[in-house]
């Protein structure tokens, strides 16, 4: 375990390296000077400019500056937004917000999920399981934004159940319309999984063999076809956080959720380059972490995982 | 005694005459009847399929819009557009009512439909071909070839694709125009397309009619162009399916966090976004261009997910 563990994590660092080479390169690859846009239209002291380009590492070969941002990135110094706040700062104040919608999302998706898949598995053919299927690929194939505009404007504005925007008050009641919104999508391809694992599940030698011991359906059901069909789930999971965090990015723009996603989604449409740049690359830093965690999981689960080579 | 008198059945064994054992049956398989294979037994199966026809249909309906827009409408989609008419109900002339800025929804749906599945099928053109190329590389050649091409995909794999396309229309915002959008996405999709190659390639490469050939004495070069890539090549017509699926809604989200196409550029994301701050007062003109984009995808992504039950037999069985 130890030996895969450090496997694992070995594995991570050339991603690490690559993911952050590619979004700095693609940063360097922009056009215009930024010290001299720090100035607007006037025009700098070519001397304090020379200055503030040997502060910024900008007279540096490519490699070098990349290395100065990689050391940054490793020591958490992810720096300044565009309004001249600390990156670290937004993110302590707006990080709690996001993980809270994110995990009500989660839950959401694995309950609502596994739940729909696990009984249109048992019923496959039936009229249950046509009709989840279709209502699945639909919202699979709804964009995220359509979703959050009709959820706004018939929950929230028709019917009055949920408050169309969210604000500054980011309690639990208030952010369950966002999290089913944001859910929706992870929650068709639970279902889909869910249900397409069941009934594998169901044709194995070991079903068979709980039902010929006598036990109860009410038993083989939930222990042995449940817990072995959501092993798919579970991997699924890490990337499900992917869709999360774009998800996160639209749903809390338009619902005005104060987290992550809002502040990303903001410097988007004022196009603050700098700002859209440390956050993508906190989100994705955040995405292989969380990939890693999800993996090692996953092996403490299935024994399998560990000792496939 | 009876015990003495019944046959030794060690000492002559019963041979059932041909006529009655299944060798009868193999024998009269028509040799001369026409030969099956995985695409002829996929047809057979698809075109009983209802679903298989009406999303193939959508897509053609669609395809031909995007081509001749001007075969569907007689309405100019921006000129003749009266700020008057701002948020007008539908009419005669003009079906699905119209715009804040007075232009006809139904004619700017019809001229938009060229936008999004130019992207979507530049997307597939591009990323598709390149992961299909990478992957049967790496697939064929295995060893350090395959560690580092595999390893170079993974490096786009974890960045989510649309927070890359974001960044780089960021960067970008000077040049934009409908190959760039399409570049943008179809930069970090490729290795989705690529992982499926590889690994169909070392799974056909591995069985048993390729060490056949081997062992007749084909060239490797030749066993991989006649036998290898078209046995790999259906689960990845599945996958760049589902991914120019992907690539539309891409497209769509992308114009709508304003990073996409130019706002003057005619598409349906630009369109449902130039709509969102009358959501309340006008619905129609955000809820008909997102029908148009959602039907487009779940006809791509049905007809893919036919195509993927029909391809292999497993999936045909969880039916």
Not at chain 1, 291 to 306: G, H, T, W
Not at chain 2, 144 to 164: E, N, T
Not at chain 2, 226 to 254: D, G, Q, R, Y
Request: hydrophobic content about 50%.
């Amino acid at each position: 375990m130890v030996f895969y563990v450090i496997r694992r994590i070995l594995q991570a660092i050339p991603v690490l390296i690559g993911t952050t080479f590619l979004i700095y390169f693609l940063v360097f690859a922009m056009p215009g000077n930024p010290v001299q846009a720090l100035f607007g239209d006037k025009t700098p002291n070519p001397a304090l400019l020379a200055e503030l380009e040997k502060q910024y590492h900008l007279n540096e070969p490519f490699i070098v500056q990349y290395l100065y941002y990689l050391r940054d990135v490793v020591t958490g110094n992810f720096g300044v937004s565009f309004s001249g706040q600390s990156v670290n700062d937004v993110l302590a104040r707006t990080f709690p917000v996001t993980a809270r919608l994110a995990l009500m999302a989660v839950v959401i998706e694995m309950v609502v999920g596994v739940t729909i898949g696990l009984v249109a598995g048992l019923r496959k053919g039936k009229l249950f399981d046509l009709s989840s299927l279709v209502i699945s690929l639909l919202f699979l194939s709804v964009p995220i934004f359509v979703i959050c505009f009709i959820g706004q404007f018939f929950l929230g504005f028709k019917l009055g159940w949920f408050r169309t925007t969210v604000g500054a008050d980011a309690s639990i009641p208030n952010l369950i319309l966002p999290a089913i919104v944001l859910a929706s999508s992870l929650v068709a391809i639970n279902i889909r999984l869910t249900r397409g694992s069941v009934i594998e599940t169901l044709n194995n030698d070991f079903v068979r063999t709980a039902y010929s011991k006598g036990l109860s359906r009410r038993r083989v059901i939930p222990v042995h076809v449940l817990r072995n069909s959501l092993i798919p789930v579970t991997t699924q999971l890490g990337a499900d956080f992917g869709i999360l965090l774009v998800g996160a990015t639209v749903t809390e723009g338009i619902f005005n959720v104060p987290g992550v996603g809002n502040t990303l989604y903001q410097a988007i449409i004022r196009g603050e380059r700098p700002t859209v740049v440390s956050f993508v690359t906190v989100m994705v830093l955040l995405y292989l972490v969380v990939n890693i965690i999800i993996d090692l999981i996953y092996a403490v689960l299935d024994p399998r995982i560990r000792y496939v080579k | 005694m009876s015990s003495n008198t019944a046959p030794r059945r060690s000492a002559d064994h019963f041979v059932a005459p041909v006529s009655e054992t299944p060798v009868a049956a193999i024998d009269q398989v028509k040799l001369s009847g026409q030969r099956s294979n995985l695409w002829t037994d996929a047809w057979r199966d698809l075109r009983r399929r209802p679903l298989f026809w009406v999303s193939s249909i959508f897509i053609l309906l669609f395809i031909v819009v995007a081509l001749f827009p001007t075969l569907f409408t007689s309405v100019p989609p921006n000129a003749g557009c009266q700020l008057v008419d701002s948020n007008a109900g539908p009419s005669a002339d003009h079906i699905l009512g119209l715009t804040k800025q007075g232009c006809d929804v139904y004619s700017r749906i019809v001229h938009g439909a060229g936008a999004s599945l130019a992207v979507g099928f530049i997307v597939i053109a591009l990323s598709g071909i390149t992961g299909a190329i990478i992957g049967s590389i790496a697939g064929f050649f295995g060893g350090w070839v395959d560690s580092v091409l595999m390893r170079l995909g993974d490096i786009f794999f974890s960045i989510p694709y649309i927070l890359a396309a974001v960044v780089i229309m960021s960067v970008f915002s000077a040049y934009v125009n409908v190959f760039v959008v399409a570049l943008a996405i179809g930069a970090f999709t490729w290795p989705s397309t690529a992982r499926v190659m590889r690994s169909e390639v070392l799974r056909v490469k591995n069985s048993d009619f390729v060490m056949a050939g081997t062992a007749l004495g084909q060239s490797r070069l030749a066993l991989m162009f006649k036998h290898v890539l078209p046995n790999s090549i259906p689960p990845v017509i599945v996958v760049t399916t589902l991914s120019l699926a992907a690539a539309i809604t891409a497209e769509a989200t992308l114009s709508f966090l304003g990073v996409g196409l130019p706002s003057g550029t005619m598409s349906w994301g630009n369109d449902i976004s130039a709509a969102q701050s009358d959501l309340r007062s006008n619905p129609a003109t955000l809820i008909y261009p997102s029908l148009a984009l959602t039907i487009t995808v779940l006809s791509f992504v049905i007809f893919g997910e036919t195509l993927r039950e029909s391809l292999d037999p497993k999936a045909r069985a969880l039916r």
